[in-house]
């Protein structure tokens, strides 16, 4: 798979503020790459460098598609976060009009425009009003307006964040059948969001790249066994629980610690998560105490960690 985009060093500061700092990725023709991070990790201002509406401080962005002396403008397709669009306008002039800015003649903007409509799902709503579209229907007269130029990549930012249940799924469908077109990254603070999508990911934390690599990797190489015990709580199992966390905090007690290989462990009310590198020792030792402590038990599973998990422990670095 060839590369289409190869970002290096890229870091944006902005005054006493290192928004970005050192980023680099590559986007391989045909994939779709999300990235992630939570609120303020540098998302936007990534995008607008990539988009060349923001100029890095320093680092760059190389299109291997563009020859020498084109505008590599052409090549990518931008939908920011808060898209404006003029009320009165309908979707269809909306887009004609964008047509026509990116230099298609009159008639070669209404045809494609038409198109685009009808692939976007708003034939039946192009002549209305675009006061009048739902948030579902914005984000995706967005998209139109953004591939009327018929980029090579796709580029938006937060395209689903600020909807409702029902835009969200028009929109993410939309994107799942968008993305067998065309390569296509766009930013998101929700990882459900990049999972459903994405085949690579680029999780940010503090405007440094925190981890990435392709989701199905990730998963594999991040998945660790989890046991999760609920317990009703009543006395004994508060007293177990609190020398159970001591213990493990402490690292003192051998046994737990080494012939079990507890690696970790999060109590949230009455549910604890333990993370173990052997999870049967764990398990036969864990049981083996809650019944000897007559701790009562409510539910006892053994599975493995998320990529929710992963994301939680990177992002709070
Ligand atoms: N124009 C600016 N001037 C100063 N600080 C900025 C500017 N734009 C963004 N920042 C800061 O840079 C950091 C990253 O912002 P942003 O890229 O918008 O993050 P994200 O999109 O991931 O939420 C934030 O701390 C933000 O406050
Ligand atoms: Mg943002």
């Not at 944006?12 to 609120?39: R, W, Y």
């Not at 709503?125 to 007269?141: N, P, T």
């Not at 994405?198 to 440094?208: A, E, F, S």
């Not at 109590?267 to 402590?293: F, M, S, V």
Request: aromatic share 6%; glycine share 8%.
């Amino acid at each position: 798979m060839t590369d289409l985009l190869q970002v290096k060093g890229l870091t944006k500061i902005f005054g006493s503020m290192q928004a970005v700092n050192g980023i680099d990725f590559t986007i391989k023709e045909g994939h779709c790459v999300a990235l992630l991070g939570p609120n303020g990790a540098g998302k936007t201002t990534t995008i607008r460098m990539l988009t060349g509406l923001l100029k890095p401080t320093k680092g760059s962005v190389q299109f291997h598609q563009a020859n020498r002396g084109d505008d590599s403008r052409q090549l990518l397709g931008y939908l920011p976060q808060s898209p404006s669009f003029h009320p009165w306008m309908s979707g269809l002039e909306y887009v004609i009009y964008a047509g026509e800015l990116c230099g298609l003649n009159g008639s070669m903007a209404k045809k494609r425009a038409i198109e685009l409509m009808e692939r976007v799902g708003l034939g039946d709503a192009a002549k209305r009003r675009i006061g009048g579209y739902s948030g579902g229907m914005k984000q995706r007269l967005g998209l139109a307006q953004a591939l009327v130029h018929r980029p090579k990549l796709l580029i938006m930012d937060e395209p689903v964040s600020a909807l409702d249940p029902l835009g969200r799924r028009e929109v993410l469908h939309l994107l799942q059948e968008l993305k067998k077109e065309i390569s296509v990254l766009f930013s998101t603070h929700v990882l459900h969001d990049a999972e459903e999508l994405c085949d690579d990911v680029v999780i940010i934390n503090k405007g440094q790249v925190a981890l990435q690599g392709s989701l199905a990797t990730i998963r594999n190489t991040h998945r660790k066994p989890i046991i999760e015990l609920e317990v009703e709580m009543n006395q004994q199992s508060r007293a177990w629980l609190a020398t159970f966390m001591n213990r493990v905090h402490n690292k003192q007690d051998q046994v737990l610690m080494k012939f079990t290989s507890i690696e970790g462990v999060e109590l949230t009310d009455n549910r604890l998560r333990i993370t173990a590198t052997d999870i049967d020792a764990a398990r036969w030792k864990l049981l083996e105490e809650i019944t000897k402590e007559r701790v009562k038990v409510n539910r006892f599973t053994v599975g493995h960690s998320s990529l929710e998990d992963l994301f939680m422990k990177v992002v709070s670095q």
